[in-house]
C-alpha cells in the first residue's frame, strides 16, 4: 500500500505561483511512477503532468507546458508540482497518484490515489 497526502493549495490571483507537495508513505516511494491530475467543477479529472520512478522522464498536458514543473525528491519521499502564471482556467482539485510502472504518463489507470487539494485561482 502507498499513502499519499497532497498539500500546498489555496487561493491565488491569476498570474500569481503556487506549490504543491505530496507525502507518500507505505511502500518504497522511489520505485513508483507519479503523476498529477486535476478536477475542475462539472468536469472529468484530466492529466496535468507526469515523472517516471527515475525522474528521469517527465510529461506534461499541453495546457501546462511551459508553466508547470513536476518534480520528485525521494530521500524526502514527495513529489512536487511548481505552478507558475496560474490561469483561472488552472482552478480544479489537484490529485497526486502513484504505479508500479517505471512511466504511467498521461493514462489515468494509477494504483493508488491521493484525497487532493483545492487550488483557486481568481482573474
Known amino acids: 500500500q502507498v499513502q499519499l497526502v497532497e498539500s500546498g493549495g489555496g487561493l491565488v490571483q491569476a498570474g500569481g505561483s503556487l506549490k504543491l507537495s505530496c507525502s507518500a508513505s507505505?511502500?518504497?516511494?522511489?520505485?513508483?511512477?507519479m503523476g498529477w491530475f486535476r478536477q475542475a467543477p462539472g468536469k472529468e479529472r484530466e492529466f496535468v503532468a507526469a515523472?517516471?520512478?527515475?525522474?528521469?522522464?517527465?510529461s506534461y498536458a499541453d495546457s501546462v507546458k511551459g508553466r508547470f514543473t513536476i518534480s520528485r525528491d525521494k530521500a524526502k519521499n514527495t513529489l512536487y508540482l511548481q505552478m507558475n502564471s496560474l490561469k483561472p482556467e488552472d482552478t480544479g482539485v489537484y490529485y497526486c497518484?502513484?504505479?508500479?510502472?517505471?512511466?504511467?504518463?498521461?493514462?489515468?489507470?494509477?494504483?493508488?490515489w491521493g484525497q487532493g487539494t483545492q487550488v483557486t485561482v481568481s482573474s
Open positions: 507505505g511502500r518504497t516511494f522511489s520505485n513508483y511512477a
Open positions: 497518484a502513484a504505479d508500479r510502472a517505471p512511466f504511467r504518463g498521461p493514462r489515468p489507470e494509477y494504483e493508488y
Open positions: 515523472i517516471s520512478w527515475s525522474g528521469g522522464s517527465t
